[in-house]
């Protein structure tokens, strides 16, 4: 797959479900009494690994159409044994996520996944998780595969976060729905928020205290979910690819209609604004408990600004194609704090440098801050890009080769479907030059 440089990319488009609140909202609906119907669920890879898993744990998930998807819940506290190991592919949220779920039911599971899954770290996961009561067993230094074997009298707990992830917050919750008492996750990163709103919505109450240490949130156990109905907004981190592409593409013009914008996840326009980008949000309304715009955005000039530490936790799934912006940008942009991307699908803070090295841009590495020298000019490109399996760094690298003199090549462009199944369609829509290699 390759991308050719571009302009004139017009058009109003919609793009897939978020993926954080499909994974979160297929694992509640599964435990949810009576139906839930679920509108703009992403089809994903990643998403249908988490359907997959809360079918072998006993939900009965269908689809009607690409459109609508309807889950028969088993209750909390239902789920059953799975009679397989659990194969997550590339999907550490699903795995993640369902580790929790797992804990602190009376049952066995064995977590598997692709090689990519398998050198992601799971200690971060696993060590909150035995707290509740769990016995868990794994490769050497807690990698994949891993067995959970719950608990049967699970314990409460109270625990702090030491590293910002909204995956381990989101598990020991998800643990905490089937352990009598409060379990409590104190969050001083402002991770994103979007399980405890779906918990609300599903009829659990979500105490949430701000406290000196963070922000305290709490939930009661053993409290039935409510079947409910919901329509999932377009995905932030998606729309930054065909966002970023009318930035820095001469003469383009594009609206995305209904993107979530939660203050958890809205950082990205935040500082493409900051940086000079030509950004409206217009036609607000709301869809499972969060605000929705329509985004417009045009070519723009932008300019190098400085990036704290403090967003990198909200920021995470966006530095890639951040960096591509960047690149297009007059003068230094600093990103500082980048030492989580090494834990992502890739190392992807060395995925950047590549792409940055074979396109000839400047930068310079100061520990875990990235530094680009960036100059609103066309590009060398003529690269091969190895994406090392990781999604966001297959889009980010097609997305630079739209300003390039000479095209960027992909291996592995199916890695996409990961979070984004129809980018490439999408992108040809608006007028990228982005197809299969001749």
Known sequence: MQSMKSKNLKGEITIPGDKSISHRSVILASLALGQTVIKGLLKSD?????????????????????????????????????????????????????????????????????????????????????????EVSSREDNYLPVIIKGSKLPIPISYKLELPSAQVKSAILLAGLNTPGTTEVIDKFNTRDHTERLLEIFGCSVDIKETSQGKKILINGETDLIST?????????????????????????LVVKSVLINPTRDAIFNILKQMGAKISFLNKKSLCGEEVYDIKVETSKLVGIEISEEVAPILIDDYPILAVAASQAQGKTRMNGLSELRFKESNRLDGIIDLLSKCKVDFNLEGDDLIIFGQDSEKKGGSFIETNLDHRMAMSSLIMGLVCKNPIEIDNPEIINTSFPNFIKIMQKIGAKIGSSS
């Open 229 to 253: 109905k919901l329509e999932v907004p377009g995905d932030p981190s998606s729309a930054a690819y065909p966002i970023v592409a009318s930035i820095i593409c001469d003469n383009s013009s």
């Open 46 to 134: 990643d998403v249908m690994k988490t359907i997959e898993a809360m079918r072998l744990f006993g939900a009965e998930i269908n689809f009607k159409g690409n459109e609508t998807c309807k889950i028969n819940g088993v209750g909390v506290g239902g789920i059953l044994e799975p009679s397989q190991p659990l194969d997550f592919g590339n999907s550490g949220t699903s795995a993640r996520l369902i580790m929790g779920l797992v804990a602190t039911h009376p049952i066995s599971a064995i977590f598997t996944g692709d090689e990519s899954l398998s050198k992601r770290p799971m200690q971060r996961i696993l060590e909150p998780l035995k707290l509740f009561g769990s």
